[in-house]
């Protein structure tokens, strides 16, 4: 069954660092999501993208955040210069009609 | 006011209960999410509703849209039900989500 990937599982980074996380959604899904959870709370939207464009963000994703499709597979977030309060699990998600969403594994940032 | 609220917040039950979840919401939707987190973290989608009831297996979701609430039942409960619940919410782009439940079955 197809399903969502993203790399690495866990990501370190000291505070100021630019840190990539990477994502492979299932191949033939047109809409992309970043969403995040902070330890012991709920999970928040960061970001959606479709046709190469982002189609809404919340007010997290700020200037310091930007989503990318550099090849017909991956979709990426960055974050820039990370902060303390950037450590979270990420989530990322596809879906082929913007409906359904199929969730990836997550990956683990913890900042120090 | 969160935008989704969720009910009870940790639901403890033995083995065989009947379990009810239950999700309110104050904005527009096109659709409503159950989702279940296990402790590592990962997020699985168990229904996707806009109207009525939905099946699957021992799982039952319903959702009332002109009371903005829906619920997640399980019948005969078993350990490896124990997870997190998570409702969301379809709205324009983005899913937001409830804080969910947290349910923990014993044998």
């Known amino acids: 069954e197809p399903e969502v990937t993203q790399t690495p599982s866990h990501q370190v980074t000291q505070m100021g660092q630019e840190v990539i996380l990477r994502c492979v959604p299932i191949?033939?899904?047109?809409?992309f999501y970043w969403y995040r959870q902070i330890l012991g709370q709920k999970v928040e939207f960061l970001v959606s993208?479709?046709?190469?464009?982002?189609?809404?963000k919340s007010e997290i994703f700020d200037d310091q955040f930007s989503v990318e499709r550099p090849d017909g597979s991956n979709f990426t977030l960055k974050i820039r210069s990370t902060k303390l309060e950037d450590s979270a699990m990420y989530f990322c998600a596809s879906s082929e009609t913007n409906n359904e969403q199929f969730f990836g594994p997550g990956t683990r940032l913890t900042v120090l | 006011k969160n935008e989704v609220e969720q009910s009870p917040q940790n639901l403890t039950a033995q083995e065989g209960e009947f379990i009810t979840i239950n999700c309110s919401y104050s904005?527009?939707?096109?659709?409503l999410h159950w989702l279940q987190q296990h402790p590592g973290g990962g997020i699985v989608s168990l229904f996707m509703?806009?109207?009525g009831k939905k099946k699957h297996g021992r799982l039952i979701a319903t959702i009332n849209i002109q009371e903005k609430h829906s619920s997640l039942h399980i019948t005969a409960s078993h350990p490896r039900d124990s997870a997190v619940y998570i409702c969301?919410?379809?709205?324009?782009?983005?899913?937001?989500f409830g804080t969910g439940t947290r349910l923990q079955v014993f044998p």
């Open positions: 993208f479709y046709n190469n464009e982002i189609s809404e």
């Open positions: 904005v527009g939707i096109s659709a």
């Open positions: 509703l806009s109207s």
């Open positions: 191949s033939n899904h047109l809409y």
């Open positions: 969301a919410v379809h709205n324009t782009d983005k899913l937001i």
